[in-house]
């Protein structure tokens, strides 16, 4: 009998084989459950964990040959203490330290077992929910398809593990619900599908759309296969810019009339008639408590808009940009210092079209409420771009401030004593800057008209010209007869 156990017990070495790869710890519960199992099951001994396998009893009555009942010891209960002790140390070897402290009273197989479930039943639970939700919120964004599908099958094979893992048909959801915009052609091919695709014919196919779109982004700009540039803020954000539009409407047009807004000499909607501020040419505030009223640098939106076609006849505005990782300008002329980029790199946008960078440098933008510029570093020079963008993030960093987005207008202020270095408008669901590159010093020396003293005596809401004379000269406003 002594000889049947030790064979035994060398059998039950050799199918238990090495102990898992995977030690247990805290988070992998579900998947050191999923290698422990097996080998136990193989070797009919995972009776001994759940306790099905009780132990025998120690001793046994055996006949003597005089007829008397004599008590000896149970060969059956030798190979079970021997079957559960390897099962045991099998356990313990596949054990964390920080998990093997939590079971280190155990004696016998199902006893540490029943610590070590219920250790993670609740953890596990908790995990396989976790999982679940990984699974249904995880975004490509800038990895590549390799890696995301890579990510999102190794979240499955965990569930899997549980029993809890989705059918092949409701992971490929999964992975399209978390592909980008670029992959719309592959989203609505798969579902557009009368049959089923299989894994490995999905997992084709995006490999085959994801270097169909790099070899795109290497095409150059101008032949056809996209737009470039920066349309995508005149189309995607906000409604955008449109050749040859005029000042907006400011209220709904009704039978030819213009109703339920205010405007330059209009009416309110109770009909009572609203004098408009003669600096800005807004209702609801006199030229007294205009917010341009000290601002020297500014012009009325026809002036504006009539000195911008006059003098360029392109769009020079800066656009603020939350999306641009990087500012962005076609005009050379933009920047006070530049250098020759000699780098590989383009610039994408939305669309995917790839735009070559001509230079980098610095460029500045006068705030003349409070005497700062805004400076903005590692301007890039694209010279097919079709605006010029300021990257809200780096034009916060580098200026050590904030922006404010109204519906109607924005702020910039800075990030310390919460002042406003600059202010604008919205315009057309776009947020350009208002200040002009030059300086007002700078504006009369190129000889820009200053204002006459009748233009001061209409911003200043009409007072009598003595008090005229006495800001200007008290101010040190600019001004060409006081």
């Not at 899997?160 to 048909?169: N, R």
């Not at 980008?180 to 989203?187: A, E, K, Q």
């Not at 009539?306 to 641009?324: I, K, P």
């Amino acid at each position: 009998m002594a000889l049947s156990s030790t064979s035994t017990s060398s059998t039950t070495s050799s199918l238990l084989g090495q102990s898992v790869s995977e030690k247990l710890t805290r988070d992998n519960f579900l998947f050191w459950k999923a290698q422990i199992l097996p080998p136990l099951r193989g070797a009919q001994l995972d009776g001994l964990l759940d306790g099905s396998r009780a132990a025998p009893t120690k001793t046994i009555d055996v006949e003597a040959a005089d007829k008397s009942i004599k008590k000896v010891d149970n060969p059956e209960y030798a190979l079970w203490v021997a079957q559960d002790q390897q099962v045991l140390g099998y356990l313990l070897n596949s054990l964390s330290k920080d998990v093997l402290i939590q079971v280190l009273e155990a004696k016998t197989a199902a006893q540490a077992w029943a610590a070590i479930t219920s250790l993670f039943s609740a953890h596990s639970k908790a995990r396989v929910t976790n999982l679940k939700m990984l699974l249904s919120t995880t975004r490509k964004g800038g990895m590549t398809a390799a890696a995301y599908y890579a990510k999102m099958k190794t979240i499955r094979d965990e569930l899997v593990a549980t029993g809890k893992g989705p059918d092949d048909e409701e992971f490929i959801s999964f992975v399209l619900n978390g592909l980008n915009f670029d992959y719309n052609s592959l989203v609505s091919s798969v579902l557009g599908r009368s049959g089923t695709i299989t894994i490995n014919d999905f997992y084709a196919e995006l490999l085959s759309l994801e270097m169909r779109l790099a070899m795109l982004k290497e095409t150059p700009d101008g032949e056809g296969q996209f737009q470039s540039s920066v349309n995508a803020a005149s189309r995607g954000r906000g409604g955008g810019y449109r050749g040859g539009r005029g000042l907006p409407n400011r209220g709904r047009t009704i039978g030819g009339r213009v109703s339920g807004g205010r405007g330059p000499g209009g009416r309110t909607g109770g009909g009572k008639k609203k004098e408009s501020c003669q600096i800005c040419g807004k209702g609801g505030h006199e030229a007294l408590r205009c917010w341009y009223r000290w601002d020297e640098s500014y012009q009325a939106e026809d002036e504006k808009s009539a000195n911008a076609v006059a003098s360029y006849g392109v769009d020079t505005n800066w656009y603020t940009d939350s999306g641009a990782t990087d500012h962005v300008t076609s005009e050379l002329e933009k920047l006070t210092t530049r250098d020759k980029y000699h780098g590989q790199d383009k610039v994408h946008t939305a669309s995917g079209s790839g735009m070559i960078i001509s230079h980098v440098g610095n460029a500045s933008i006068h705030t003349p409420m409070h005497n700062r510029d805004l400076i903005l570093k590692d301007v890039l020079c694209v010279p097919s771009a079709h605006k010029n963008l300021v990257s809200v993030h780096r034009l916060a960093k580098d200026n050590k401030a904030f922006l404010e987005f109204h519906p109607s207008f924005f702020l910039i202020k800075d990030q310390v004593s919460k002042r406003v270095i600059l202010h604008g408008r919205c315009e057309g669901g776009l947020y350009p800057l208002p200040a002009p590159n030059i300086k007002a010093h700078d504006k009369l020396i190129l000889g820009v008209q200053r204002p006459s003293s009748e233009v001061w005596h209409s911003r200043l809401g009409h007072p009598a010209f003595p008090i005229v004379r006495h800001i200007v000269k008290s101010r040190n406003l600019p001004c060409l007869a006081v």
